[in-house]
């Protein structure tokens, strides 16, 4: 499922700023829905530069796609939703270290900032196995903060990957 959350605001007073903790903790909810779905839980949120929210979860075995990555799935939706294949300003969240392709995508849409928690040991394409985020003979370079909620966002991996072989 994805979804689109739009903040919301009311009169003159604005409501108070979500911090990257909280952001973090609704991906990690996505990832939550991806594992009961049996999916590998991975969760995702962007919130635009105008503060549209969408978030979504890992798809690919769900969707028969091997592109419906948690990331690539809200990079998607948000695309559509502001009617523009570049999100320059928006932030991405994301419970793992970005795969190549995502990070691909990133680049692509121009997003500003990428936030995740767990590093990817197997496939992570942002500072495990490269580093494609900050090759600076790439037109972009995102900021990225890692490690957020890392703790919690490992533990539902080794839990999920742990129940699939017992």
Do not use: W
Request: aromatic share 4%; net charge neutral; with cysteine.
């Amino acid at each position: 499922m994805i979804s689109l959350i739009r903040k919301a605001t009311s009169g003159s007073s604005r409501m108070p700023q979500k911090t990257d903790i909280d952001y973090m903790n609704i991906a990690l909810q996505q990832a939550e829905i991806a594992a009961e779905k049996g999916e590998v839980p991975v969760g995702a949120v962007l919130v635009t530069e105008d503060e549209q929210i969408f978030t979504s979860h890992n798809a690919p075995i769900t969707l028969n796609d091997a592109s419906a990555h948690a990331e690539m799935r809200v990079i998607r939706m948000a695309c559509e939703a502001v009617g523009n294949y570049r999100l320059t300003g928006a932030t991405l969240y994301v419970t793992l270290e970005p795969c190549t392709m995502c990070a691909g995508a990133i680049i692509h849409a121009r997003i500003a900032r990428v936030v995740y928690g767990a590093t990817d040991p197997k496939t992570g394409a942002v500072e495990s196995l490269s580093h494609v985020l900050s090759d600076s003979r790439l037109n972009h370079q995102p900021e990225v903060v890692s490690g957020v909620l890392a703790n919690e966002c490992g533990a539902l991996l080794k839990r999920f990957f742990k129940d699939r072989r017992n």
